[in-house]
């Protein structure tokens, strides 16, 4: 029997894809930048400037000698050491929670406590300005998402009112693109009004919100309830890699029994988790950095508001400048970078409400002539 070749090859569907999103500015690409770069850096998530601390530093490379360059296999087999209990008893009694389990990213946090969370029969009320992690957490989990509007308690309320069974409301701690605060308390009173969990994911409040940098759901008294688990990062404030989640003792046992992104990945690698527990260790030495990071953020704010731009009040230490367009976001940021500032570029679909803009990370490290550098910059180039 004669087969007719097909008329085109697996892959062309691509290539519209790719015209689309020439067409539209949302062009991606990667650009590998130098190990020591001239540029002020306000693009990373390094809020507290731990990334190149000596301490944090020499945290790695003692791990890595000891324990050598991979953790060689899940945390089940043979990935889990010494090293990373420690964080964990660290990172919990830090954050005021039970029990803690690191895993190899913040992704894989929010992946594993939301599937693991939310079996066939439950409920998920998730915020709709949530992370893409938390969003794909909703998508493979078994049980049925209702996404209800931003930051809206009584949103989520009625939701849950609407189920039943087991339910879980989610939600970003602080917003990452224009960096609110999400109203946790709010949320946690809904939540127990009808027997639901919070889960909430801290990335963008540890290190930042909270007592001495414990985290926004510490700061909303809700470390260690029974019905709460923070997911958080080791990668933003801790200058590190990877991730965590926290809750009751019983919840984490639970997600070491079915949370495939920890049962089935290869567990963080040594030197990342002996950096994170160096970084964990000097926060706890040095707390007026979570409040450096917030006040170099309050006044970045306050200066671009009084040069005429869009910019959002910031609740921790992301400040978002708002952009006429993705293309004007685009040149915007190059502009910044050629005058040696670097800065987060924010265009659909990143951003859930289609608007772009300009993402600036305020650091705990910055001293008065860089933000001023950085607003002159920022103002002498807006579109």
Same mark, same amino acid.
């Given at each position: 029997m004669n087969v007719q070749a097909?008329?085109?090859?697996?892959?062309?569907?691509i290539d519209t894809q790719a015209r689309?999103?020439?067409?539209?500015g949302l062009v991606r690409t990667l650009r590998p930048r130098p190990a020591r770069s001239p540029l002020l850096d306000l693009a990373s998530n390094d809020y507290l400037g731990l990334a190149r601390h000596p301490e944090v530093t020499e945290g790695a490379a003692a791990a890595a000698r000891r324990w050598g360059g991979g953790a060689t296999g899940s945390r089940l087999v043979t990935g889990s050491t010494e090293l990373h209990a420690q964080l964990e008893r660290e990172l919990a009694e830090f954050c005021g929670f039970e029990s803690a389990l690191v895993l190899s990213s913040g992704y894989a946090a929010n992946l594993a406590a939301v599937t693991a969370l939310a079996?066939?029969?439950?409920?998920? =009320?998730?915020?709709?300005?949530?992370?893409?992690?938390?969003?794909?957490?909703?998508?493979? /989990?078994?049980? /049925?998402?209702? =996404? =209800?509007?931003?930051?809206?308690?009584? /949103? /989520?309320?009625?939701?849950l009112g609407t189920h039943a069974g087991p339910a879980v409301v989610v939600s970003d701690s602080v917003f990452s693109v224009d960096g609110d605060a999400a109203p946790l308390a709010q949320l946690a009173a809904a939540c127990r009004e009808f027997g639901a969990g919070l889960i909430v994911d801290d990335a963008h409040g540890l290190g930042v919100l909270g007592a001495g940098g414990r985290g926004a759901v510490q700061a909303a008294g809700l470390a260690g309830a029974a019905d709460t688990v923070a997911t958080v990062t080791l990668s933003k404030s801790f200058g590190s890699q990877g991730g965590a989640v926290l809750g009751p003792a019983k919840v984490i046992d639970h997600l070491v029994n079915a949370a495939r992104t920890f049962i089935f990945d290869t567990g963080l690698a040594p030197a990342a988790a002996g950096a994170a527990l160096a970084a964990l260790r000097l926060l706890r030495r040095e707390p007026e950095r979570a409040a450096r990071a917030r006040a170099v953020a309050a006044e970045l704010h306050q200066r671009l508001t009084a040069e005429g731009l869009s910019a959002v009040r910031p609740d921790a230490a992301v400040v978002s400048v708002r952009a006429p367009s993705p293309e004007a976001a685009v040149r915007w940021a190059a502009q910044c970078r050629a005058e040696g500032l670097a800065v987060g570029c924010f265009r659909p679909p990143s951003v859930p409400d289609g608007i772009s803009r300009l993402r600036l990370t305020a650091r705990a490290d910055l001293g008065e002539t860089q933000i001023a550098e950085a607003v002159r910059v920022i103002s002498r180039s807006a579109p």
């Open positions: 097909p008329s085109h090859a697996p892959f062309d569907w689309r999103r020439e067409q539209a079996p066939h029969g439950s409920l998920i =009320v998730s915020d709709a300005d949530n992370h893409a992690s938390l969003i794909d957490g909703c998508r493979l /989990a078994r049980g /049925a998402t209702q =996404v =209800v509007p931003h930051a809206d308690p009584d /949103a /989520a309320r009625k939701a």
